[in-house]
């Protein structure tokens, strides 16, 4: 045989080496029972959420993928961390909300959230030193997502082929063969004793005739898109879960230097002229601003445009600020106590003059919204600026307390005010706002509130029963045509709580015509 016909094969990492003897220790049971349940996954999401709009359905696939994650990885999974536990919590809070409201914003960001925030759960529960604190938790995150999981993807092909090669071999049994053989020989028998049997008995005949029902969900003109969503959520579910069956998914990373390496000198003479800048801002705002001194506004606005005009830099500013602060708060030495103290009084200082920006940013604004109404962008700016805010009294802390842990804290109340925004119904908020707001000054823009979601319907026709004649005949028009979208029969998986309060709402209001 001459050296050209020997193939020569790339050799196995050491870490690959690794992994083929831990998957070689995973019983065929195991691997087959994988395979079919992420198969199952496959078809649920197929079935659910295929031409269909989410609802109920999220709530439901959610607890199906938990539970297959459970299943697979039980063997790796702590369930004594309360990390884990909170943010399974928050996974079916933000999960859930599909069910209850409407917001089209908030659910295309529930969309991205719930699947990052998943990840997050099964590393944190599969991990043994899940310091989600460190930034080599997103690259875990990342490593996870576009390369653990795609190693695997072939696998159920392998374990397949593996198995054929095993029956080829004869290594069946002779009753599992048996058993084979008679289900085998039972089909022609069947396909001729089930029309005389459904002829013989008509309520037979219905119930099989029936039986089809079942796969309705799955058109014969569509089968095409049905098997590629299908496979390639059961292939990139599998290989998901499969990577957890590997040790060394635990290793770990490089972390970034924490140890400082700028003189605090530097940073105290910047903070000292910012400081200075800061203070007589301070000053001027309470002289016209708070006090309402309505004379010292410039020539040719008007104190709500005004406020509205010094909005946006305000929260500029606040974001430069907390950019300055994070960063001098990690690179600053800490050899000298006396300096350390002297920054951690002008740090303190920039966190109170920017507080003040924060709550003279919502005093303006405020006035914006008593001036021209309330919007969504507005309450997302006001609940923005809370957790700015608490963010800053976070860094106070942090600043004078060393071992706070200040990402963890920071990251537990974000997640916590994004869970209870999605609660808190913006859009019913806004119109009922405004609603008020004419009430007492006459003015609305009732076109805006028919373009939120079906959150806000209740309000407007309680507005439009009561003072309907007001406006003009548009505003039926368009109430008719939002009633027309939703005025259909929805699949039990579309459920959405709020989308049927407005079927029922509209329906009540319109059916005297």
């Not at 409201?101 to 991205?112: G, I, M, Q």
């Amino acid at each position: 045989m001459s050296d050209d016909n020997v193939q020569y094969e790339r050799p196995l990492s050491d870490e690959e080496l690794k992994r083929a003897e831990e998957e070689g220790k995973i019983g065929s049971r195991d691997r087959i029972h994988t395979v079919i349940f992420a198969f199952l996954v496959g078809m649920a999401f197929d079935y659910l959420f295929y031409d269909k709009y989410p609802g109920l359905s999220f709530t439901i696939f959610g607890v199906l993928l938990m539970g297959f994650f459970f299943y697979s990885a039980r063997e790796r999974i702590n369930y004594k961390r309360k990390t884990g536990w909170f943010v399974l919590a928050v996974i079916f809070l933000l999960s859930s909300n599909f069910a209850i409201r409407s917001n089209s914003f908030l659910a295309t960001l529930n969309a991205l959230c719930v699947p990052l925030l998943t990840v997050a759960y099964t590393i944190l529960v599969t991990n043994e030193k899940p310091d989600w604190s460190k930034p080599s938790f997103i690259i875990k995150m990342a490593e996870r997502i576009f390369y653990l999981s795609f190693l695997n993807v072939l696998k159920p092909f392998i374990f397949l082929k593996q198995l054929t090669a095993k029956k080829e071999k004869g290594e069946i049994n002779k009753t599992r063969r048996s058993i084979l053989i008679g289900l085998l020989a039972s089909l022609p028998v069947l396909i001729f004793v089930v029309p005389l049997l459904s002829s013989a008995d008509m309520v037979f005949n219905h119930y099989i005739r029936n039986m089809a029902d079942i796969f309705d969900f799955i058109k014969m003109d569509n089968l095409f898109i049905h098997i590629i969503l299908t496979g390639g959520v059961f292939l990139y579910v599998f290989g998901y879960a499969w990577s957890f069956k590997f040790s060394d998914a635990n290793r770990e990373y490089p972390e970034l230097e924490k140890e400082g390496n700028i003189d605090p000198t530097v940073i105290i003479t910047m903070l000292g002229v910012m400081n200075a800048v800061y203070l007589l801002f301070t000053i001027i705002q309470f002289s016209y601003l708070y006090g309402g001194a309505e004379g010292m506004v410039p020539q040719g606005f008007t104190y709500a445009e005004y406020a509205r005009r010094g909005f946006f830099e305000l929260v500029a500013v606040t974001m430069i600020n907390f950019a300055i602060l994070i960063t001098a708060m990690r690179v600053a030495k800490n050899d000298n106590i006396k300096l350390n103290r002297v920054l951690n009084g002008f740090l303190s200082a920039l966190v109170i003059f920017t507080c003040n920006m924060l709550f003279s940013a919502h005093y303006k604004m405020s006035m914006y919204e008593e001036a021209y109404g309330y919007t969504e962008l507005r309450i997302y700016v006001h609940i923005f600026m809370l957790l700015m805010f608490i963010l800053f009294i976070l860094a106070m802390v942090k600043i004078w307390h060393v071992r706070f842990q200040f990402f963890k804290v920071s990251f537990t109340c974000a997640v916590l005010i994004y869970v209870a925004l999605n609660f808190m119904n913006v859009h019913s908020i806004i119109a009922r706002n405004n609603i008020e707001r004419y009430y007492a000054t006459g003015n609305i823009d009732i076109m805006y509130l028919l373009n939120l979601s079906y959150d806000s319907v209740p309000q407007v026709v309680e507005l439009m029963e009561a003072r309907g004649a007001d406006f003009p005949e548009d505003v039926k028009v368009r109430l008719r045509e939002k009633y027309n979208s939703i005025n259909r029969d929805y699949k039990w998986m579309e459920y959405n709580y709020s989308v049927a309060r407005a079927q029922r709402v509209l329906g009540e209001y319109f059916s005297g015509e």
